[in-house]
């Protein structure tokens, strides 16, 4: 009796003694579902895969239009264009702006000059061939077409643009237009409009802070 008894005690002890903790399983993130997006507008964002070997142009910030006009360089738009100070535009709340035009006048670029920019001093770029832009009598200038440091130019394809740019973009689709949109430290964004797969308006630079 004497051996059960102290055998059901053991028992009852190891019973009682607590167990050792196991570690959980690491969580995983699940991604979200884009299924239902809407119709008008739909956004996505596309990240670089770790292994994936980057384009050698990837990530390059484009400042400059035609190697000769800059952002942020007065000295730079002077030398190009010359003394814009006196073809400023202001639109109702919209900064002030100036429209050049190509030599063909097929293209126009539009430079913004955010307030307390300096004289000449231009903070965004945007590149286009709006035909009602086109046709008014702007500052024509030198060049037969707008391109920036890294080849952009209005005709490329999607492709072209993410084998330039990469892959870590935002996308939205709005109207018949698809836009693909990059961000950069300091406020800096370059966005690239197409219309059935080709490139009809693009904008880079500084957004207002």
């Known amino acids: 009796m004497k051996i059960l008894f102290y055998l059901y005690l053991a028992f009852i002890l190891l019973s009682c003694m607590p167990k050792k903790n ?54 730079s738009v002077v030398n190009s264009v010359g003394d814009l100070s006196t073809e400023l535009i202001s639109s109702g709340a919209e900064a002030p702006y100036v429209i050049l035009t190509n030599k063909t006048k097929n293209e126009y670029l539009k430079m913004t000059m955010w307030y307390g920019d300096p004289r000449n001093s231009f903070s965004y770029f945007v590149v286009g061939s709006n035909s009602d832009i086109v046709r008014l ?63 009809v308006q693009y904008e880079f630079g500084y957004r207002y802070p």
């Open 22 to 75: 196991i570690e959980s399983t690491p969580r995983v993130a699940v991604p979200l579902d884009t299924g239902n997006q809407g119709d008008d507008i739909a956004k996505t964002v596309i990240d670089t895969a770790s292994s994936e070997k980057p384009n050698s142009s990837n990530n390059v910030l484009d400042s400059t239009i035609n190697n000769e006009i800059q952002l942020r360089n007065p000295t």
């Open 137 to 199: 009598n702007l500052h024509t200038t030198k060049y037969n077409r707008f391109k920036t440091d890294s080849g952009i130019r209005l005709g490329l394809s999607k492709q072209d643009i993410v084998n330039m740019k990469g892959l870590k973009y935002s996308v939205t689709n709005e109207n018949s237009i698809e836009t693909i949109s990059y961000l950069g430290q300091d406020l800096y964004e370059a966005k690239y409009h197409f219309k059935k797969n080709i490139l």
